[in-house]
């Protein structure tokens, strides 16, 4: 059973692209979280999505920043006109159905670096 | 609203010495309580947690915890490390019915030989 994948694990964008960064959760499970980890910080969450629904974007910021977990498909964070100040690692964390915040496993995070 | 501290952002400590790693809490229901280790460039994994029974609780790799109401506190103990265990070290807090975790600042463990 292989664990929440992520790709790609480091990603370098100039200022003004787009970023888009992948999570496969681990089989069976129906729950995605994406936290953020700036330098010398702890996790910030950022969005709690199940299969074609937003439940919770509470930490995401307004503008710039999107998620998407579809149907079929790995959940997709993506951020348009990435900032210097977007480079972080960003994790993405799964859980199975009926234990959301109990039983999150992470992925190895995207290394995002904004040039 | 929940939230962690983590007391201490580095411990150094000598190769089969005890550490103890301080997590305080605040919240106003009842919690679930974990303990996360990031090795350098990877992901998050988990060392132990705490939902409910017993309040010392054992993990991987040697750790415990035990959970402290009275004090709101989970701090994390080893009592002989090594030098594998050089890491970053994470607390965390959630509650039912709660959508995600929030986590401490991290406490990086230097082990020194």
């Known amino acids: 059973n292989a664990g929440v994948m992520q790709n790609p694990r480091h990603l370098v964008r100039r200022r003004g692209q787009e970023a888009r960064l992948r999570c496969s959760p681990m089989?069976?499970?129906?729950?995605v979280y994406w936290y953020r980890q700036l330098p010398e910080e702890g996790l910030k969450f950022m969005v709690y999505?199940?299969?074609?629904?937003?439940?919770?974007e509470s930490g995401m910021p307004k503008e710039r920043f999107s998620a998407e977990f579809p149907k079929e498909g790995p959940s997709i964070l993506r951020i348009q006109q990435v900032v210097r100040g977007d480079s972080a690692a960003y994790f993405c964390a799964s859980s199975p159905l009926g234990r959301p915040n109990t039983e999150a496993f992470f992925g190895q995070g995207t290394r995002l670096t904004v040039v | 609203a929940q939230s962690v501290t983590q007391l201490d952002s580095q411990v150094p400590v000598f190769e089969e010495a005890p550490v103890e790693l301080r997590c305080n809490y605040s919240s106003s229901v009842s919690v679930y309580l974990f303990w996360y280790v990031q090795y350098p460039n990877q992901g998050l994994q988990l060392l132990l947690k705490y939902l409910s029974g017993s309040t010392l609780v054992k993990g991987i790799n040697g750790f415990e915890a035990e959970f402290n109401k009275s004090q709101t506190s989970f701090h994390l103990r080893k009592p002989s490390v090594h030098i594998s265990d050089t890491a970053e070290y994470f607390c965390?807090?959630?509650?039912?019915?709660?959508?995600?975790?929030?986590f401490g600042t991290g406490t990086r463990l230097t082990v020194i030989p």
């Open positions: 965390a807090v959630t509650s039912t019915g709660a959508n995600n975790l929030f």
């Open positions: 999505l199940q299969k074609e629904n937003i439940i919770d």
């Open positions: 089989k069976g499970h129906s729950h």
